[in-house]
């Protein structure tokens, strides 16, 4: 895996993958009025919540589990001084289909938080991360 990262001005960096697909990165605060994109730590919580949702997903999907949609929140707290990690990272997973099994869905996100999610497992190692999830029957 190959990252690169071009400054294009300011605090923005434009982050281009090896198929080249890219995301935009900017570090200006909002009241600044020039924010063109996420700020890497953004971008680390978006991770978390791609790659534990996958997982999530995959395995409901390899239980039977009809899911329709999934929908994670992910709420980091930082530390006061710098360097301005993570200290505490709740994820909540709303998970929607027909007929779905909350002990099933509860067990895929015990599975993603505890096996699967790189980036989660990886975090863990600095932050605490909790885990919460509900079921919503689909429409």
């Avoid at 996958?54 to 001084?81: H, M, N, P």
Wanted: proline letters at 3%.
């Amino acid at each position: 895996m190959k990252i690169t990262s071009q400054w294009v001005d300011g605090r923005c960096f434009v982050a281009t993958n090896a198929s080249g697909q890219s995301v935009i990165m900017d570090g200006a605060p909002a009241a600044e009025g020039n924010k063109r994109g996420v700020s890497p730590m953004e971008m680390l919580l978006m991770g978390i919540a791609g790659c534990s949702s996958i997982d999530v997903v995959d395995i409901a999907k390899k239980q039977r589990q009809d899911v329709l949609d999934c929908i994670a929140t992910v709420e980091g707290k930082r530390a006061d001084s710098v360097p301005k990690v993570f200290t505490d990272i709740h994820i909540h997973f709303k998970v929607v289909g027909r007929g779905l099994n909350p002990e099933a869905i509860g067990k895929a996100v015990q599975l993603s938080a505890e096996k699967y999610c790189s980036a989660s497992i990886m975090l863990g190692k600095s932050a605490n991360i909790s885990h919460s999830f509900e079921v919503a029957e689909a429409e």
